[in-house]
């Protein structure tokens, strides 16, 4: 069934994820009633989300849609963009994935974590593709960013030409290959209809320094290290892990790996041919005993302050190879992102108690550059490509703005530029951009395993939980003889102390006893109904006593 919010011959195209945000990016475009998805991607939480691991979007739009799915394309291996493949893929059945390189091993590697999965072809594709739809084709233009093999994809339309720029940076020095201007410059030539780009450092309006400046400033700032380096990045960041395995083997140190996702990095990578190490570069964990510090790097991930990830144990002292100890320096080749600083600090802080010297990315030491292009890369490309109408993507709504503000400037007129939420669809044609309405949209949170989806009631109980505390009350009644066996006990946990609370807590529980009697009188007693008022009417009267409102559990025994 077409999309009825599209006239005949409207391209239509919303976001699930990755508006008004960074992460979980899937976007989707709707052209001649067949759907092409963009990406699938996570998002890590801030610590608002008590105990989720991440968030993924609602894919209910594709499983009522499900038979109008063409392929799911990859712009790169980023979990903000292959993350929610594997949730994706349990939802919703998929004809053919399509992505480039490192995205291919990466996605294998995952879903081989779901064996409950049967995964669908997954087709590797090259910067010179092209595939061809009903009345669409599609091929792609190399960008630079901070993992190999990025994509942006291009859409050919009977309405003109879409084009979904992926992440990027502009880097005239990129470790990898070099981005294709010369391909943004002919679509450009030819007119691009609407530009979907990047705006995650839409607000910067410094110059991103290319990756080559950073490996050098690694190299030169372990040429002064004398003692041991510990060292934590991105394992996606496969540029990054080269550049540190050069500068160790330059400065003779050879490395050792810690920490699962860089341990399955350095294997992808050597595989791949990404990463290349010269032989007996790499130690075990038995040999690192017996190199001298000054020739050992010790690779770890923990870069965000995870709490589980070896950097953190080491800075535990809960690492069982790793002891860190005066003499050694730790170095951050990262930023923490939004969300992240305060465990990135924690782990600085504990790393200080360990009189290590630690070296964060800086004024002193440029450990670590953005992925994504800031406003004078941004520019670039808007000039290059020349769009007549422009989506912003990838953002927290006020780099969407910005981003809108820097295409106002290069000459895009403003009623062609849509700032959107993730479920505002857009439909466009040759001459027109509108807002056609909004399809569904919304957040699912995935909790350790991974197994269980969570809803937004049991985030605000935990939530609840952790800054209320929590309140039962247990009472023993029996429904037939519609008597209470005994006065209702009130226990707390993190909400008051019992003790020195004693009259609180009589009283509550005589008010409990009065809500129970009255219950119990009425000629239905119904256990549900006794069960609400007590969460509602003792909720009422806590919050008027301490002006909180901790979570309620009434236990009710029915000992009929
Ligand atoms: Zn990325
Ligand atoms: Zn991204």
Excluded: W
């Excluded at 992926?166 to 391909?183: C, L, W």
């Excluded at 302050?305 to 005066?326: F, T, V, Y």
């Excluded at 549900?528 to 919050?543: A, E, H, P, S």
Aim: glycine content about 8%; aromatic content about 6%.
């Amino acid at each position: 069934m077409r999309n009825q919010l599209l006239k005949t011959g409207e391209i239509g195209v919303f976001a699930l994820g990755g508006l008004g945000e960074v992460g979980k990016n899937t976007y989707v475009f709707d052209i001649e009633d067949q759907l092409f998805i963009v990406d699938a991607g996570i998002l890590f939480p801030d610590e608002h989300l008590l105990g989720i691991d991440y968030v993924i979007p609602d894919y209910q739009y594709l499983v009522e849609n499900q038979e109008r799915i063409v392929g799911l394309f990859i712009t790169h291996a980023h979990e903000d963009h292959i993350g929610g493949i594997p949730y994706l893929l349990k939802k919703v059945e998929i004809p053919k994935i399509y992505a480039a390189g490192i995205a291919v091993d990466m996605i294998e590697n995952k879903l081989l974590e779901h064996s409950d999965i049967k995964p669908p072809k997954i087709e590797e594709y090259k910067s010179y593709y092209k595939f061809s739809f009903k009345g669409v084709e599609i091929s792609f233009i190399r960008m630079n960013h901070s993992i190999p093999d990025m994509f942006g994809i291009v859409f050919r339309t009977k309405e003109g030409i879409l084009f979904h720029t992926g992440d990027f940076k502009v880097d005239y020095t990129p470790v990898g290959p070099a981005a294709e201007y010369d391909k943004l410059a002919a679509i450009g030539a030819e007119g691009v209809l609407c530009l979907l780009s990047d705006s995650t450092n839409a607000e910067r309006d410094e110059l991103i320094p290319s990756d080559s400046k950073i490996g050098k400033s690694i190299n030169e700032l372990f040429s002064r290290i004398e003692g041991r380096i510990i060292i934590a990045t991105f394992a996606s960041n496969m540029y990054r892990i080269q550049q540190i395995i050069e500068a160790s083997v330059l400065n003779g140190r050879k490395v050792a790996v810690f920490g699962r996702s860089m341990e399955r990095a350095i294997d992808i990578g050597m595989q791949t041919g990404y990463i290349k190490v010269p032989k007996d570069y790499i130690l075990n964990a038995e040999q690192i005993n017996r190199a001298k510090p000054h020739e050992l790097t010790v690779l770890v991930t923990g870069s965000q302050g995870e709490p589980l990830a070896a950097l953190s144990r080491i800075a535990n002292g809960s690492h069982r190879q790793i002891k860190a100890m005066a003499g050694d320096t730790v170095i951050f080749s990262s930023s923490p992102i939004p969300g992240n600083q305060e465990g990135v600090n924690k782990t600085i802080n504990k790393l200080f108690r360990l009189d290590v010297e630690v070296i964060t990315h800086g004024p002193l030491a440029d450990t670590h550059t953005s992925g994504h292009g800031a406003q004078s890369d941004l520019k670039l490309i808007l000039s290059l490509t020349r769009p007549k109408m422009f989506i912003p993507i990838h953002g927290e709504h006020r780099m969407l703005k910005t981003h809108k503000e820097l295409a106002i400037e290069v000459g895009v007129d403003p009623k062609n530029i849509l700032v959107m939420d993730n479920g505002d669809l857009a439909a466009i044609t040759k001459d027109s951009i509108r807002l056609a309405g909004k399809v569904t949209s919304g957040e699912i949170y995935i909790d350790g395993t991974g197994i269980g989806d969570i809803g937004s009631q049991v985030i605000r109980e935990r939530k609840m939980l952790s800054e209320e505390g929590l309140f039962s009350v247990v009472l023993s009644i029996n429904s037939e003889t519609k008597t209470l066996i005994n006065d209702p006990t009130v226990v707390s946990r993190g909400f008051i102390y019992m003790k020195g609370n004693e009259e609180i807590t009589a009283s509550l529980s005589n008010h409990v006893k009065k809500m129970a009697l009255g219950e119990l009188g009425k000629k239905m007693f119904n256990e549900q109904t006794l069960r609400q008022t007590i969460v509602d009417q003792l909720g009422q009267i806590i919050y008027e006593l301490t002006q909180r409102k901790p979570l309620i559990i009434p236990i009710i025994v029915d000992l009929k």
